[in-house]
C-alpha cells in the first residue's frame, strides 16, 4: 500500500473506537496508509480529553459510542465550537448511519470526511488523501491562523476567494469566520453570499444569518434562519444562532425553544447544555434548569469545553433546592478550576459568589457579608463584566431572601444598573437575575429609563445641530455610570459630526479613554462559545471578556 504523501510518516494520529476488533481495523489502515504514530481511544469523553491537549493531523472517530451519552459528533461539534480543533488536523467520521440528516449535520459541522459503512480501505486512503490535499492547499492560511495573525489570514482569504483560486470556497468560509469574529459582518456576507451562488450550502446560508445579526439586522437574519430551519430541521447550528436572535427580539421564551431542540439533537454537546441551562435559569422552569445544569457539569466538569459559568448556577439552583451537599460539591469543583488559574479575577469573582451561598447555607453570616463587601468594591472595576453583575444580582437577591439586609445595597445596585443597562435585553436580563426581588427591579427600570432618556436626549441635540452639546452630555454621563451605550454613541458622534465640534480633540481623548478601559465587556447577547472558557480571549478579538454566561450576553472571558 503507497503511503498518502512524504510528510505522513511523522504526522500523528488518533482512532477513537468503543468497538476494539473495529478500532483495530482503522489503526491497522493507518499504518499501512505510512502513519507511524497512531493512537487509541475507546470512549467518547477520553477522546475529548486528549483533543483538548495534543494536536493531531488525522483523528478518525467513530459516530456512535454504545452506552455513552455522547456522539463523535457531539465531541468535534463542541472542539469546533470552542475553536480547540486545529484547521491543519483532518477529521473522518465513520457511520453506519445513513440518513441525509446525519450526513449533512457532518458536512456542517466542518468535517473533512464522512465514511459510511461498510467502507474499504481504498476508499479510507481516497479520502484521507483529498482532505490532506486541500489542507496543503490552504497552508498559508492556516499558518496565519494558529499564528494568531487573524487579518493577515482573512486577507489571503480574500484574495483566494476574489482571484477563485485553489479551494476557494474553503477559504472564504474560514476567512467569512475570521471576518465576523473581528467585528466586520459585511465583509463576511459577501464570502457567503459569493458561495451561495455556487450552491445553496446550508452552512454559507446560516453564515449569512449570522453576519445580518451581527450588522444589527435582526428581522433579516430571523427570517433567513426561519428559512433555512424549515428546509434543514435538523440543523443544530441554525438553532443556536436562532435562540442569539430571539433573545435579542425580546422572545426569551422562544430562544429557550430553539436551544432545546439544539441540545435534542446534540444531546451530548457539553457547550449546548451549558448554554440551555444558563437560558433556562432565567426564563425556564427552575426544575429544567436544575436537571440540564447538573447534566452539563456532570458531562464537561473536568474539560475545557465546559464553560464554569453553569457551575455558578448550578450552585444557584442547590442553594435554592436547600442541597447542602451539592453546593459543597460545587464551591470544591470550583476551587480545583480555580488553582491552576490563581490569577484569573473571572474565577476568583466566580468562588466568590458559590462561597457567599454556601456561608449563607451553613449560617456564617460575618463571612458572607466580608465575602459579598469584596465583590460590591468590585462594579466599578474595569474588568467587572456584565455576567460579574448579573452573578452579583443573583446572589445578592438569595442574600436578602435569608433576611440578610445591607444598609447600602441599593447603592451598589443603581451603580451596577447604571453601568449594565445598555438594552431592553440586558435590564431585563438583571430583572431576571434579581429573582423576584421588587426593590432591586426598580432600581434596574429605573436606571435603564435614566440611560435610555440621556441617550435620545443626546439624539436629539445632535439632530437639532448641536453636537458639541451632544458629546458633553454623553461624556459627563457616561463618566458617572460607566455605561457602554453612553461611550459608544459619544464616539459615533464624534466620528460622524467631528467636522462640526470645536472641541472635538479633547472630547476624543476623553471618550476613548473610557472606551479603552469600559468598551462594554459582557454587553452583546450572543449565544455562541469561542473559547476555553476559563481564561482565553476569544479568537479575532485580543483582550475582549466574553461571557455567554450568565446571561447568555456576550460570550466568555
Known amino acids: 500500500m503507497q503511503i498518502l504523501d512524504a510528510e505522513i510518516q511523522t504526522a500523528t494520529a488518533l482512532v477513537v473506537d468503543g468497538n476494539a476488533a473495529s478500532r483495530g481495523v482503522l489503526v491497522t489502515m493507518l499504518k ?10 475507546r470512549r467518547a469523553q477520553e477522546a475529548r480529553r486528549v483533543l483538548e491537549t495534543q494536536r493531531f493531523d488525522i483523528v478518525v472517530c467513530e459516530y456512535h459510542f454504545e452506552g455513552e451519552p455522547v456522539s463523535g459528533q457531539d465531541i468535534m461539534d463542541d472542539l469546533r465550537l470552542a475553536h480547540l480543533l486545529p484547521l491543519s488536523t483532518v ?6 448511519e445513513r440518513s441525509y440528516a446525519k450526513v449533512a449535520e457532518a458536512a456542517e459541522a466542518a468535517l473533512d470526511v464522512y465514511l459510511i459503512k461498510p467502507h474499504t480501505q481504498d476508499a479510507l486512503r481516497e479520502r484521507i488523501v483529498q482532505a490532506r490535499q486541500r ?3 490552504l497552508r498559508d492560511i492556516i499558518v496565519a491562523v494558529e499564528a494568531q495573525k487573524y487579518v493577515e489570514a482573512a486577507e489571503l482569504c480574500e484574495v483566494r476567494f476574489k482571484t477563485r483560486g485553489p479551494a476557494w470556497v474553503q477559504a472564504a468560509r474560514i476567512g467569512a469566520e475570521l471576518w465576523l469574529n ?4 459585511h465583509a463576511a456576507q459577501l464570502m457567503f453570499d459569493a458561495i451561495l451562488k455556487v450552491g445553496a450550502v446550508p452552512w454559507a446560508r446560516l453564515g449569512v444569518a449570522r453576519a445580518q445579526y451581527d450588522a444589527g439586522g435582526h428581522v433579516q ?6 428559512s433555512l430551519l424549515n428546509e434543514q430541521p435538523a440543523y443544530a447550528d441554525a438553532y ?6 430571539l433573545l435579542d427580539q425580546g422572545a426569551p421564551e422562544l430562544a429557550l425553544d430553539a436551544l432545546r431542540q439544539a441540545t435534542a439533537l446534540t444531546p451530548g454537546s457539553v457547550s449546548r447544555i451549558v448554554k440551555h441551562g444558563l437560558l433556562a435559569f432565567y426564563y425556564g422552569d427552575p426544575k429544567e434548569a436544575a436537571e440540564v445544569l447538573a447534566k452539563g457539569a456532570r458531562l464537561g466538569l473536568n474539560s475545557r469545553i465546559y464553560d464554569l459559568q453553569g457551575l455558578v448556577l448550578l450552585a444557584a439552583v442547590q442553594f435554592d433546592l436547600g442541597d447542602k451537599r451539592g453546593l459543597a460539591g460545587s464551591l470544591s469543583s470550583m476551587a480545583a478550576a480555580r488553582a491552576p488559574r ?3 479575577a473571572r474565577l476568583r469573582r466566580f468562588e466568590c459568589v458559590i462561597s457567599v451561598l454556601k456561608a449563607l447555607v451553613d449560617r456564617r453570616v460575618p463571612e458572607a457579608v466580608s465575602e459579598t463587601r469584596t465583590l460590591l468594591d468590585e462594579i466599578t472595576a474595569p474588568s467587572f463584566e456584565f455576567e460579574a453583575a448579573c452573578n452579583l444580582f443573583a446572589m445578592l437577591a438569595r442574600l436578602q431572601k435569608s433576611e440578610l439586609r445591607l444598609d447600602d445595597l441599593p447603592h451598589h445596585i443603581e451603580l451596577a444598573a447604571k453601568r449594565f443597562s445598555v438594552s431592553k435585553t440586558t435590564c431585563e436580563l438583571l430583572v431576571r437575575a434579581s429573582r423576584g426581588q421588587a426593590p432591586f427591579e426598580k432600581i434596574v427600570r429605573d436606571a435603564y429609563a435614566g440611560i435610555a432618556a440621556l441617550a435620545e436626549d443626546a439624539v436629539s441635540k445632535t439632530v437639532n445641530g448641536e453636537p458639541q452639546a451632544a458629546c458633553e452630555a454623553l461624556l459627563n454621563g457616561a463618566q458617572q455610570t460607566l455605561n457602554a451605550k453612553l461611550i459608544d454613541l459619544a464616539l459615533h458622534t464624534l466620528e460622524r459630526h467631528g467636522a462640526h465640534i470645536p472641541d472635538r480633540e479633547r472630547l476624543l481623548a476623553a471618550v476613548q479613554e473610557l472606551h479603552k478601559r469600559y468598551r ?3 454587553t452583546q447577547v450572543q449565544l455562541s462559545r469561542a473559547t476555553d472558557p476559563r481564561t482565553i480571549p476569544a479568537v479575532g478579538r485580543p483582550g475582549d471578556q466574553h461571557v455567554e454566561a450568565t446571561a447568555l450576553t456576550s460570550v466568555n472571558g
Open 32 to 41: 499501512e496508509f505510512g502513519v507511524a504514530n497512531v493512537l487509541q481511544a
Open 91 to 96: 477529521v473522518v467520521m465513520i457511520s453506519s
Open 135 to 137: 489542507k496543503k492547499v
Open 182 to 185: 473581528m467585528g466586520k459582518p
Open 221 to 226: 437574519a430571523r427570517r433567513t434562519l426561519e
Open 240 to 245: 443556536d444562532v436562532m435562540g442569539r436572535v
Open 342 to 344: 490563581p490569577e484569573s
Open 520 to 522: 462594554g465587556y459582557g
